[in-house]
């Protein structure tokens, strides 16, 4: 602090985003990193619109924006796509279990 009690400016820090400190290190550091969700892009799946729309997320459930129905993140033919595209768990490897006697 100075005479007047204030703190001096040079106390924060730099902040990585600023043109003046666009580095090629910060530009690798951030090129990589998965890019932000844009509010207003988002989308969810409208049954009853029969369509993707923006939505209104409450603690429970997402509405459409449009018509007031609860939307899913997929319709149900890209649900498909999506899935059938995931890898499924490649199997347990090792020895068998032994047999238990109950008795």
Known sequence: MDD?????ATWQPVCLDTPANDTARTR????NLMPNSDFYDD???CHDCQEYVPYLMSMEHSYCANCGSQV?????EDWGTFSASIQPK???TGRPRGERNTA
């Open 28 to 31: 690798s550091l951030t090129k």
């Open 43 to 45: 989308r969810k799946y």
């Open 72 to 76: 899913r993140l997929f319709s149900k």
């Open 4 to 8: 007047l009690g204030q703190v001096p």
């Open 90 to 92: 490649q199997k347990k």
